[in-house]
């Protein structure tokens, strides 16, 4: 027991200052991509040529990047020229639309918190059923660093449940493999009505890396109603807290209209 | 007819390998494997003809040497896996993929249930009759934040008498999205075959690249990668240490290894910006050249880590309710382990001597590696020690990189591939041995690209480990070998 008391002083306080302070993230991290169009030489295309996902494309206004499907891999960026695609320091990259999440310029998606009813119910004490259709364990390992006590989601009132009957709604990640389909359609009638659907990873959103393989149904996009997407290959769970946060209005307070 | 031998990452014409008459292929398995080779590989080569071209490969751990021969089999072939335990998932893989048959394998079920074959879940199980006993049928979906699988439990009592493990939920091609490569894709899809395992198979992918390519890396980008490489072994193993705490209810030392795991994986990031270590390792070598301050950075933060991982271990080893959970539960014997051929920190709790990291050599460790820690007891505990004596060992692995960590480019060009090529491509993962085997065509491309990630081969030694165990136990013996659903299901 004094042993225990001991190591517990010794490892300290180590919950970060978030949302206090913003997250301390490294040099390196790349987050929410900024296209600068005006530096496009004319007739290039070789980020698109880079993009091992398709999530560029060449529009006339120039090149736009699909959140939904990037694996922030700096492909694109490493093969530009002239600077036109950089990957900033930006964490927040959730969104709620599908649209929102389409990238031509320095703008960043925006999440509309729930309407009021919803805030009311879930809004201090979110509980999600976090399933995994075809996720390679990248975005549940994050997801799971929710929990530790850095990161420490229940501070908010955000934690993962056992099971979808205890659940305000599902965390998908992974690309829904033809073998988690009806798993998952499953666990999301298990969950009590209203309930939420949360599309973490690009997986999940679009297919991501297995868009189009016979395997998989391109992530949860027709299967399931989304009311959060949150992009990332893996998303760092900052960036899945940020968006769980904008959700519940916690962050932010643009209202859905209920 | 003698067999072809080849090294680690050295690539090998095709046109070398001896094709058998189908009993002596069956006899050169045997008898390697009655003689201390391990069955490193089994499996048809796509595409088939008329006949399927079965490949196996033996390893010969002390020498360092892989034996390679094939066999032409149409229709069906007396099995191996009754007399080679090791082959068991191998069969079953060779049934699902070509329709041959291996007549008398015990139990001949689909591995991933791929498109076009048997619903996942309309399969047969392994079942136990008799007075009392009771089926506990477990997942896809689990209580946790986790992959999916299906456990089925037979049970008198609490007590589990087999456990069969049905897997295949997590399949989504990426072995047939790597064959014809390289495409864009190609390393991506290696970084996520296991996304806990993001360094360990991009660099077997890499390493099959460059060997078919006949480039070497400098050693500058061969030291970076053997520290990411040992930095994600060390995440995983004090974050599974932290979980093993937290199933018997010790929260203390569950916290601080969760916390102490998120910090090895920040230096990673700080070093490549992704905390799994996305985009970092690279075909011809790594994307990322850190500067000198920034790994004195990182070393800084890894020797304050080390305290504090060495601080909570030893909470756990003198925790005695711990230690009473943790011992002889779930004990993985010896024998077994060598019969599954298992792999990995589970195959060397179980005192079995066998780290690719030495038994291999491979440019990565051009200077020297992790020493090899070996356990005797094989249940929780051996595991448990087993992940912490390696997280020694690789620290101070990695304080000898840090102290000189190479010269040369980061990256270089890779040009074409070697025609009519095979290569085997090693990496000890965290988890264990990784292997990609890569065939290629007359023009270069892959043929041919098959992944076995160590969860492929110890998923049927957690089977076994289960026998006679309570069935409260299986959390915390399943998390002991904390297996890859999507690095088996591919």
């Known amino acids: ?258 | 007819m003698p067999i072809a031998t080849v090294r680690n990452a050295a690539p090998l014409p095709l046109a070398a390998i001896p094709v058998m008459a189908m009993p002596a292929f069956r006899r050169a398995i045997l008898e390697g494997v009655g003689g201390g080779r391990r069955l490193l590989f089994l499996g048809g080569m796509v595409p088939p003809g008329a006949a399927t071209r079965l490949l196996a490969a033996l390893a010969d751990d002390r020498a360092g040497e892989i034996g390679l021969f094939a066999a032409d089999v149409a229709g069906s072939y007396p099995a191996l896996t009754p007399e080679c335990p090791a082959a068991h998932y191998f069969e079953r893989e060779i049934f699902e993929q070509f329709g041959i048959e291996p007549t008398g394998h015990p139990w001949l079920k689909p591995v991933r249930f791929p498109p076009g074959g048997a619903t996942i879940g309309n399969a047969d199980f392994f079942a136990v009759s008799g007075e009392e006993i009771h089926e506990v049928a477990v997942g896809p979906v689990h209580a946790g934040v986790i992959e999916p699988g299906h456990f089925r439990f037979s049970c008198h009592g609490e007590r589990v008498l087999h456990l069969e493990i049905a897997l295949g939920y997590q399949h989504r091609g990426v072995e047939a999205a790597l064959r014809d490569g390289p495409y864009k894709t190609s390393v991506h899809l290696a970084e996520t075959v296991a996304g806990d395992t993001t360094i360990g198979h991009a660099i077997a992918y890499c390493q099959a690249l460059e060997a078919l390519a006949g480039i070497e890396c400098s050693q500058r980008a061969l030291a970076l990668r053997a520290v990411a490489l040992e930095l994600e072994r060390i995440a995983n193993h004090i974050g599974d240490l932290g979980a093993l705490a937290g199933d018997v209810g010790f929260l203390p030392a569950a916290a601080y290894c969760g916390r102490l795991r998120g910090d090895i994986l920040n230096l990673t990031a700080e070093l490549c910006g992704s905390r799994l270590g996305r985009g970092w390792v690279r075909p011809g070598g790594t994307a990322h050249d850190p500067p000198p301050d920034r790994l004195a950075n990182v070393r800084r933060r890894l020797a304050a880590a080390e305290r504090d991982m060495r601080n909570a271990a030893e909470l756990m080893w003198k925790s005695s309710s711990l230690r009473a959970r943790f011992e002889t539960t779930a004990i993985l014997t010896h024998q077994a382990a060598v019969e599954l051929g298992a792999v990995g920190p589970a195959a060397r709790a179980s005192g079995v001597d066998r780290d690719a990291r030495r038994d291999f050599p491979q440019p990565l460790f051009f200077r020297g590696r992790p020493a090899v820690a070996i356990g005797n007891d094989g249940d929780v505990f051996a595991r448990a020690m087993q992940r912490w004596r390696e997280i020694e060992n690789s620290i101070a692995f990695l304080n000898e990189v840090f102290d000189d960590p190479g010269a040369g480019p980061a990256r270089q060009p890779v040009g074409s591939l070697m025609p009519d090529a095979l290569v085997l491509s090693l990496v000890e993962g965290w988890r264990g041995e990784i292997v990609h085997l890569v065939v290629t065509d007359a023009t270069g491309r892959f043929a041919q690209y098959r992944i076995v990630d160590p969860s492929f081969r110890n998923w049927f030694a957690l089977a076994i480990a289960m026998r006679d165990q309570a069935i409260l136990d299986f959390p915390l013996c399943n998390k002991s070998f904390n297996l890859s659903y999507c690095g088996h299901d591919l």
């Not at chain 1, 530009?80 to 960043?108: E, Q």
């Not at chain 1, 999440?111 to 059923?129: C, I, K, M, P, Y």
């Not at chain 1, 993962?160 to 829904?176: C, E, K, N, Q, Y």
């Not at chain 1, 973490?200 to 109603?225: F, K």
Request: proline share 6%; with cysteine.
């Open chain 1, 1 to 258: 027991m004094f042993k225990t008391l001991l190591a517990r002083a010794r490892q300290g306080y180590r919950t970060g200052a978030y949302l206090k302070e913003d997250p301390v993230l490294p040099a390196l991290f790349r987050g929410r991509p900024e296209i600068d169009p005006a530096r496009c030489v004319a007739g290039c295309a070789d980020c698109i040529a880079a993009c091992p996902t398709g999530a560029l494309t060449l529009g006339e206004a120039g090149p736009a990047l699909d959140l939904g499907r990037c694996i922030f891999c700096d492909e694109c960026s490493t093969a530009c020229p002239t600077g036109a695609i950089s990957f900033t320091r930006d964490w927040r990259l959730a969104g709620s639309h599908r649209d929102d999440l389409l990238v031509t310029d320095a703008a960043r998606p925006q999440v509309e918190a729930l309407g009021r009813e919803l805030r009311r119910l879930v809004g201090r004490s979110l509980r999600l059923r976090q399933v995994s259709a075809g996720g390679c364990n990248g975005c549940e390992v994050e997801a799971n660093a929710l929990g530790n006590v850095v990161f420490d989601a229940s501070r908010f009132g955000i934690e993962f449940v056992a099971s979808p009957r205890h659940a305000d709604g599902i965390l998908v990640t992974g690309p829904v493999t033809g073998n988690m389909r009806a798993a998952l359609l499953i666990t999301y009638e298990a969950v009590a009505d209203p309930r939420l659907v949360i599309a973490a990873g690009a997986c999940a959103i679009s297919g991501g890396l297995y868009r189009g393989h016979a395997e998989v149904a391109d992530g949860v996009e027709g299967l399931l109603p989304v009311d959060l997407y949150i992009p990332g290959c893996p998303p760092h769970p900052v960036t899945v807290l940020d968006g769980l946060l904008r959700l519940l209005g916690r962050i932010g307070h643009q209202v859905r209209g209920r």
